[in-house]
Each structure stands twice: as C-alpha cells, then as structure tokens.
C-alpha cells in the first residue's frame, strides 16, 4: 500500500511549497478531457455501446491510469520520490477544477449540436428499461418518462450533471490511486 518513511538528513526532500503542482495538473487534465471526448464520441461510431453497462464504466479506467501516471511522474520527477497525500489531494482537485468546464462544455456541444439524435437513443434505451421494470402500469412509465425528458435528459442537464459530477469524481480516483503510491515522512 503506501510508505512512510523515517526522514534522516541524508534524505533529500524538496521543500512543497516551492514545488508547483500546477503545471503537471494541467497536463494530466488535458489527457482527461481527451479520454472524455473519446469516450463521447464512440457510441456514435460503433453500434451496441449505447445501453452497454460495461462500456459506460470503461471510461473510469482511463482515469485511474492517468492518476497513476500523473502521481508518479510527480513522484519520480519533482518530489525526489516522496508524494504525500496533501499534494495527491491538490493534484486529484487541480485536475478535475482544469477538465470539468472542457467536459461539460464538450458535452453540451456533444448532444445539442453533433448528436442531437443521441439523446433519443438514450432515452428509448431508458424507455425500455423503464417498461421492462414497470410491464403493468404504462401510466407510470409515461410519468417517469416525462419527467426524465424534461429535466434529466437536455443538453443544458447533462451539462449541469458533468460540473457537478466531474470534480468529485476525480478527487474519488485520484485518492484512491493515491492511497497506493504515497510516500510519506515520518
């Protein structure tokens, strides 16, 4: 898991302050932002993905490499091998304050103006859903079919729910990666 280490005065450790955390966030989260158009775009080029559960929870993994890359090279290269769990913190909530406004401004481009049509696939797959857990009562499925179509699935939603959403998912992965690659003193 991690390490802590007894720090002694042949250690070499960089002072924290004077070690920016800022410029290696902005390029792990550009690497983010482009797993999440990528990961956007696919549905509309391969047939299947749409509904597909394990295609919706295949983007986390991209994310989880791009902590472990981004905390090593942290590591390795700025931080004469320790990383303690301040600056995994400060880099998870960096990367995700950098990615979030490019993804949901992605996003809502994604759906209003390149793939509108997407939308409707969406919630014909949640009709579907919807009328295989509720076969008795068609009523109901149109209630909970209106309302999702009012206010869950819009563009301007959708867009809302990537702000809301993205930061906190990023502070999830990146601690928990941090959580394996952390190095503190003692």
């Given at each position: 898991m991690s390490e802590i280490i007894d720090y002694n005065e042949q250690d070499t450790l960089p002072v924290l302050e004077s070690i920016s955390a800022w410029p290696i966030a902005q390029k792990y989260a550009i690497y983010s932002v482009c797993i999440s158009i990528f990961h956007g775009i696919l549905p509309l080029v391969i047939d299947g993905l749409l509904g597909n559960r394990l295609f919706q929870f295949s983007g986390m993994i991209p994310i989880i490499a791009i902590f472990y890359f981004c905390f090593?090279?942290?590591?390795?290269?700025?931080?004469?091998?320790?990383?303690?769990?301040?600056?995994?913190?400060?880099?998870?909530?960096?990367?995700?304050?950098?990615?979030?406004?490019?993804?949901?401004?992605?996003?809502?481009?994604?759906?209003?103006?390149?793939?509108?049509?997407?939308?409707?696939?969406?919630?014909?797959?949640?009709?579907?859903?919807?009328?295989?857990?509720?076969?008795?009562?068609?009523?109901?499925v149109e209630g909970i079919m209106s309302f999702y179509t009012k206010w869950i699935f819009t563009p301007s939603s959708m867009t809302f729910f990537a702000l809301f959403s993205t930061v906190p998912t990023h502070l999830f992965f990146g601690c928990l990666v941090g959580l394996f690659q952390r190095k503190e003193l003692k």
């Open positions: 090593k090279e942290h590591k390795t290269n700025d931080l004469n091998g320790f990383l303690p769990f301040g600056r995994i913190l400060r880099l998870s909530l960096y990367i995700g304050l950098i990615s979030t406004p490019i993804i949901a401004l992605w996003i809502f481009v994604l759906y209003k103006f390149i793939a509108p049509g997407l939308l409707d696939a969406i919630i014909e797959a949640t009709r579907k859903a919807v009328e295989e857990k509720i076969p008795d009562n068609p009523d109901q």
